[in-house]
Protein backbone atom coordinates (compact mmCIF):
# COMPACT_ATOMS: atom_id res chain seq x y z
CA UNK A 1 0.00 0.00 0.00
CA UNK A 2 1.66 3.64 -0.86
CA UNK A 3 2.19 5.64 1.49
CA UNK A 4 0.23 8.92 0.84
CA UNK A 5 1.37 10.58 4.04
CA UNK A 6 2.53 14.27 3.39
CA UNK A 7 6.00 15.22 3.69
CA UNK A 8 7.18 18.45 4.77
CA UNK A 9 8.73 20.46 1.31
CA UNK A 10 12.57 20.00 1.28
CA UNK A 11 14.27 23.78 1.04
CA UNK A 12 14.01 24.97 -2.98
CA UNK A 13 17.54 24.12 -4.41
CA UNK A 14 18.90 27.36 -5.46
CA UNK A 15 22.58 28.42 -4.84
CA UNK A 16 23.13 31.92 -4.23
CA UNK A 17 26.73 33.08 -3.83
CA UNK A 18 27.53 34.53 0.04
CA UNK A 19 28.69 37.87 -1.68
CA UNK A 20 24.86 38.42 -2.43
CA UNK A 21 23.40 36.72 0.48
CA UNK A 22 25.27 39.21 2.58
CA UNK A 23 25.60 41.87 -0.24
CA UNK A 24 22.40 42.79 -1.50
CA UNK A 25 20.84 43.57 2.06
CA UNK A 26 23.50 45.73 2.76
CA UNK A 27 23.29 47.68 0.16
CA UNK A 28 19.73 47.82 0.78
CA UNK A 29 20.02 49.54 4.00
CA UNK A 30 22.63 51.83 2.61
CA UNK A 31 20.25 52.62 -0.75
CA UNK A 32 17.47 53.43 2.44
CA UNK A 33 19.24 54.99 4.69
CA UNK A 34 22.39 56.92 3.17
CA UNK A 35 19.97 59.27 0.81
CA UNK A 36 18.71 61.11 4.69
CA UNK A 37 22.21 61.40 6.29
CA UNK A 38 21.99 64.71 5.65
CA UNK A 39 19.27 65.57 6.79
CA UNK A 40 19.24 68.70 10.11
CA UNK A 41 15.99 67.77 11.44
CA UNK A 42 16.21 65.51 14.01
CA UNK A 43 13.43 62.64 14.52
CA UNK A 44 11.14 63.43 18.20
CA UNK A 45 12.25 60.95 19.70
CA UNK A 46 16.07 61.00 18.50
CA UNK A 47 16.56 64.70 19.76
CA UNK A 48 15.33 63.86 23.31
CA UNK A 49 17.90 60.41 23.55
CA UNK A 50 20.50 63.03 22.12
CA UNK A 51 19.18 65.61 24.62
CA UNK A 52 19.37 63.42 27.58
CA UNK A 53 22.96 61.61 26.63
CA UNK A 54 24.18 65.21 26.56
CA UNK A 55 22.79 66.04 30.06
CA UNK A 56 24.06 62.62 31.06
CA UNK A 57 27.56 64.15 29.60
CA UNK A 58 27.31 67.28 32.07
CA UNK A 59 26.98 65.04 35.12
CA UNK A 60 23.32 63.76 35.08
CA UNK A 61 21.10 61.11 35.42
CA UNK A 62 18.51 59.76 32.80
CA UNK A 63 14.89 59.66 34.39
CA UNK A 64 16.48 62.55 36.65
CA UNK A 65 17.87 65.15 35.09
CA UNK A 66 16.29 64.17 32.08
CA UNK A 67 12.64 62.76 31.83
CA UNK A 68 11.93 60.06 29.05
CA UNK A 69 10.37 56.96 29.47
CA UNK A 70 12.61 55.25 27.48
CA UNK A 71 14.77 52.18 28.12
CA UNK A 72 18.56 53.11 29.15
CA UNK A 73 20.54 51.55 27.03
CA UNK A 74 19.67 54.18 24.02
CA UNK A 75 20.28 56.84 26.15
CA UNK A 76 24.11 55.56 27.18
CA UNK A 77 24.41 54.17 23.58
CA UNK A 78 24.14 58.11 22.07
CA UNK A 79 26.07 59.00 25.50
CA UNK A 80 29.16 56.28 24.47
CA UNK A 81 28.73 57.79 20.93
CA UNK A 82 29.08 61.05 21.82
CA UNK A 83 32.01 60.61 24.09
CA UNK A 84 33.75 59.20 21.20
CA UNK A 85 32.93 61.17 18.00
CA UNK A 86 31.72 64.42 20.31
CA UNK A 87 28.90 66.34 21.21
CA UNK A 88 25.87 66.08 19.08
CA UNK A 89 27.67 63.88 16.16
CA UNK A 90 24.22 62.77 14.94
CA UNK A 91 26.42 60.98 11.52
CA UNK A 92 27.67 58.19 13.99
CA UNK A 93 24.46 57.55 15.97
CA UNK A 94 23.01 57.24 12.23
CA UNK A 95 25.73 55.10 11.07
CA UNK A 96 25.04 53.08 13.76
CA UNK A 97 21.69 52.87 13.07
CA UNK A 98 22.59 51.40 9.58
CA UNK A 99 24.50 48.80 11.35
CA UNK A 100 22.35 47.47 13.16
CA UNK A 101 19.39 47.58 10.56
CA UNK A 102 21.54 45.38 8.77
CA UNK A 103 22.25 43.09 10.97
CA UNK A 104 18.46 42.57 11.92
CA UNK A 105 18.15 41.68 8.05
CA UNK A 106 21.09 39.28 7.96
CA UNK A 107 19.92 37.03 10.92
CA UNK A 108 16.55 36.95 9.97
CA UNK A 109 17.85 35.94 6.52
CA UNK A 110 20.22 33.19 7.75
CA UNK A 111 17.86 31.49 9.57
CA UNK A 112 15.72 31.61 7.07
CA UNK A 113 18.67 30.19 4.80
CA UNK A 114 19.29 27.49 7.55
CA UNK A 115 15.35 26.01 7.03
CA UNK A 116 14.33 26.74 3.05
CA UNK A 117 17.50 27.32 1.00
CA UNK A 118 19.47 30.49 0.08
CA UNK A 119 16.09 32.60 -2.00
CA UNK A 120 13.87 32.19 1.13
CA UNK A 121 17.18 33.50 2.94
CA UNK A 122 17.95 35.71 0.42
CA UNK A 123 13.81 37.15 0.51
CA UNK A 124 13.76 37.22 4.55
CA UNK A 125 16.32 39.68 4.92
CA UNK A 126 15.08 42.08 2.13
CA UNK A 127 11.49 42.10 3.79
CA UNK A 128 12.86 42.26 7.07
CA UNK A 129 14.90 45.38 6.17
CA UNK A 130 12.29 47.33 4.13
CA UNK A 131 9.77 46.51 6.57
CA UNK A 132 11.81 48.23 9.28
CA UNK A 133 13.21 50.63 7.31
CA UNK A 134 10.98 51.98 4.78
CA UNK A 135 9.36 54.53 6.52
CA UNK A 136 9.71 58.52 6.26
CA UNK A 137 13.04 59.97 5.50
CA UNK A 138 13.61 61.11 9.40
CA UNK A 139 12.48 57.80 10.67
CA UNK A 140 14.06 55.84 8.00
CA UNK A 141 17.58 57.50 9.07
CA UNK A 142 17.01 57.58 12.32
CA UNK A 143 18.64 56.10 15.61
CA UNK A 144 15.60 55.00 17.33
CA UNK A 145 14.91 52.26 20.10
CA UNK A 146 13.88 49.85 17.59
CA UNK A 147 16.38 49.70 15.23
CA UNK A 148 19.01 48.79 17.91
CA UNK A 149 16.71 46.34 20.16
CA UNK A 150 15.87 44.18 16.82
CA UNK A 151 18.95 42.50 16.11
CA UNK A 152 19.03 41.07 19.75
CA UNK A 153 15.00 40.21 19.59
CA UNK A 154 15.73 38.62 16.42
CA UNK A 155 18.52 36.00 17.71
CA UNK A 156 16.45 35.86 21.40
CA UNK A 157 13.38 34.53 19.25
CA UNK A 158 16.04 32.27 16.92
CA UNK A 159 17.40 30.24 19.97
CA UNK A 160 13.93 29.94 21.76
CA UNK A 161 11.85 28.98 18.22
CA UNK A 162 15.58 26.10 17.54
CA UNK A 163 14.55 25.03 21.21
CA UNK A 164 11.29 24.22 21.22
CA UNK A 165 11.71 22.52 17.41
CA UNK A 166 13.93 19.98 19.93
CA UNK A 167 17.22 21.01 19.38
CA UNK A 168 19.72 21.38 22.01
CA UNK A 169 20.16 25.41 22.86
CA UNK A 170 21.66 26.64 26.28
CA UNK A 171 19.84 29.25 28.07
CA UNK A 172 22.92 31.42 27.90
CA UNK A 173 23.06 31.57 24.75
CA UNK A 174 19.43 33.09 24.75
CA UNK A 175 19.88 35.05 27.71
CA UNK A 176 21.78 37.82 26.84
CA UNK A 177 20.18 38.71 23.82
CA UNK A 178 16.84 39.30 25.52
CA UNK A 179 18.83 41.08 28.25
CA UNK A 180 19.97 43.69 25.70
CA UNK A 181 16.52 43.49 23.80
CA UNK A 182 15.07 44.89 26.88
CA UNK A 183 17.83 47.50 27.64
CA UNK A 184 16.68 48.62 24.51
CA UNK A 185 13.23 48.20 24.94
CA UNK A 186 11.08 47.15 27.16
CA UNK A 187 9.24 45.69 24.90
CA UNK A 188 11.12 43.68 23.53
CA UNK A 189 10.72 41.23 26.96
CA UNK A 190 7.29 41.21 26.72
CA UNK A 191 7.59 39.52 22.98
CA UNK A 192 10.40 36.93 24.09
CA UNK A 193 8.36 36.04 27.06
CA UNK A 194 5.79 35.02 24.69
CA UNK A 195 8.14 32.96 22.51
CA UNK A 196 9.41 31.11 25.94
CA UNK A 197 5.54 30.60 27.28
CA UNK A 198 5.44 28.89 23.49
CA UNK A 199 8.39 26.86 23.66
CA UNK A 200 7.57 25.79 26.84
CA UNK A 201 3.94 24.36 26.07
CA UNK A 202 5.78 23.20 22.82
CA UNK A 203 8.77 21.07 24.58
CA UNK A 204 6.35 19.90 27.19
CA UNK A 205 3.91 18.67 24.62
CA UNK A 206 6.95 17.04 22.57
CA UNK A 207 8.65 15.16 25.16
CA UNK A 208 5.50 14.61 28.15
CA UNK A 209 7.41 15.79 30.39
CA UNK A 210 7.42 19.79 32.17
CA UNK A 211 10.82 19.59 34.30
CA UNK A 212 13.13 20.20 31.58
CA UNK A 213 11.24 22.93 29.35
CA UNK A 214 10.89 24.68 33.30
CA UNK A 215 13.94 24.46 34.41
CA UNK A 216 15.22 25.40 31.15
CA UNK A 217 13.16 28.25 30.83
CA UNK A 218 13.72 29.53 34.57
CA UNK A 219 17.70 29.10 33.49
CA UNK A 220 16.78 31.61 30.63
CA UNK A 221 14.78 34.24 32.94
CA UNK A 222 17.34 34.05 35.99
CA UNK A 223 20.36 34.46 33.34
CA UNK A 224 18.68 37.27 31.50
CA UNK A 225 17.94 39.06 34.95
CA UNK A 226 21.38 38.92 36.05
CA UNK A 227 22.26 40.32 32.26
CA UNK A 228 19.64 43.20 32.30
CA UNK A 229 20.99 43.92 36.26
CA UNK A 230 24.77 44.49 35.14
CA UNK A 231 23.92 46.52 32.25
CA UNK A 232 21.63 48.84 35.06
CA UNK A 233 24.19 48.40 37.22
CA UNK A 234 25.58 51.93 36.14
CA UNK A 235 22.74 53.75 36.53
CA UNK A 236 21.91 52.11 39.87
CA UNK A 237 25.49 52.82 40.88
CA UNK A 238 24.96 56.98 40.22
CA UNK A 239 22.18 57.20 42.34
CA UNK A 240 19.40 56.95 39.70
CA UNK A 241 17.62 53.85 41.37
CA UNK A 242 14.78 55.49 42.49
CA UNK A 243 14.31 57.45 39.09
CA UNK A 244 14.32 54.20 36.99
CA UNK A 245 11.91 52.51 39.35
CA UNK A 246 9.63 55.91 39.14
CA UNK A 247 9.62 55.43 35.27
CA UNK A 248 8.57 52.16 35.32
CA UNK A 249 6.73 51.02 38.44
Known sequence: MPNTAK????????????????????????????PYFGLTTLNSDEGLYAVTARI?????????????????????????????????????????AL?????????????????HGDLA??????????????YLPADAVA?????????FLLQAAVWVIRYA???TVRPWQAAPMIALAAWFKIHGLLIVLFFLAAAFVVRTRMHRNWAEPFVHSAAVLLISAATYFILVLPLFISGGLNAYLDIYI
Do not use: C, K
Open 165 to 167: EGE
Open 143 to 151: GLTEVFMLP
Open 99 to 115: VFHAAAGLIAGNELRRR
Open 7 to 34: SRPGPIDITIPRWVLWGVPIALVFLIRL
Open 121 to 134: GLVASTLTIVATGG
Open 56 to 96: MQEGGLPYRDAWDHAAPGIFYLYYFIFNIFGAWTMGAVRLA
